[in-house]
């Protein structure tokens, strides 16, 4: 959504003016700043930057979302959840709307992250979030695991028949969340999502789930073990074992690794 940078100017005009403070001293309460950088602000010839949009905001007890976009914040979560989510059922797509505007002034990082979890954990699973599977490696016993009725792939799955292990590890383009998958293969009314349409021969085995840790960007392998006692996928510390190194296997091991670097590189811009 396109900002203006005008009406930006204006709601910060109108919170230095509830908080009855001139130019001067606004730029001094916000970060020391000149008198001119705050009449830029308010004429709309920039914008501030993100800290002292977040410093702003929270002086107004706003949002920073309110300040960029006025009464169009609804607008701009809504457009930001159904990127990552697709169109969900109002009364969800409401129920998230409400819950990231409560949480106040926060920075379009940690609203991406709280998205994320939303998505995780309460937009239940459709059919087009069944997966489905492809060999495409037999010698190798490479797997592609697809979703939207096999039209969109999510993840690479290699089978060590030896240990009796399934590797898992997100398909290179893939926006799916793994910590959606993670809720998918721990919750028995869900894990049919994932697993129904598994090969029989790598149905309830062991999993190793290569990926990259969104909050911190560091390398991360889930082992899981499935229970026939909750027909699902647990994580215990007695499965810590599995991370030896005899387990894993290294491919993935090197292209989470190489993500890893990558990132670290050449961080986000959020």
């Not at 990552?84 to 002034?105: F, R, S, T």
């Not at 599977?133 to 993840?155: H, M, P, R, V």
């Not at 073990?225 to 996928?233: G, M, N, P």
Request: overall charge negative; aromatic content about 10%.
């Amino acid at each position: 959504m396109e900002i203006d940078k005008q009406a930006v100017g204006n709601r910060i005009r109108q919170i230095r003016q509830e908080l009855k403070l001139s130019m001067e001293k606004f730029g001094k309460l916000i970060g020391d700043l000149p008198r001119s950088t705050v009449n830029n602000w308010e004429r709309g010839i920039n914008l501030p930057k993100t800290e002292t949009l977040h410093q702003i905001a929270e002086v107004g007890h706003v949002t920073n979302e309110y300040l960029l976009y006025g009464d169009q914040e609804n607008q701009y979560i809504l457009e930001m959840l159904q990127k990552k989510a697709g169109k969900l059922d109002p009364k969800i797509e409401g129920l998230i709307v409400d819950e990231l505007k409560q949480a106040g002034h926060v920075s379009e990082k940690e609203m991406d992250r709280m998205i994320e979890f939303f998505i995780t954990n309460l937009i239940p699973p459709t059919e087009q979030d069944q997966f489905t599977f492809q060999c495409i490696d037999e010698k190798k016993q490479l797997y592609l695991g697809s979703t939207n009725f096999g039209k969109e792939a999510q993840l690479y799955l290699h089978h060590d028949n030896q240990n009796h292990i399934l590797h898992m590890m997100p398909f290179t383009f893939s926006n799916f969340s793994v910590d959606r998958l993670l809720v998918y293969l721990a919750n028995q009314e869900s894990y049919s999502y994932f697993g129904k349409h598994l090969p029989k021969k790598l149905v309830e085995k062991v999993i190793l789930l290569y990926s990259i840790n969104q909050s911190t960007g560091d390398v991360r392998i889930a082992p899981l073990v499935y229970s026939k006692e909750t027909a699902s996928y647990q994580y215990t510390e007695d499965n810590q074992y599995l991370l030896e190194q005899q387990y894993l296997y290294l491919p993935f091991v090197m292209e989470v690794e190489k993500e890893h670097l990558l990132n670290a590189a050449y961080p986000s811009s959020k």
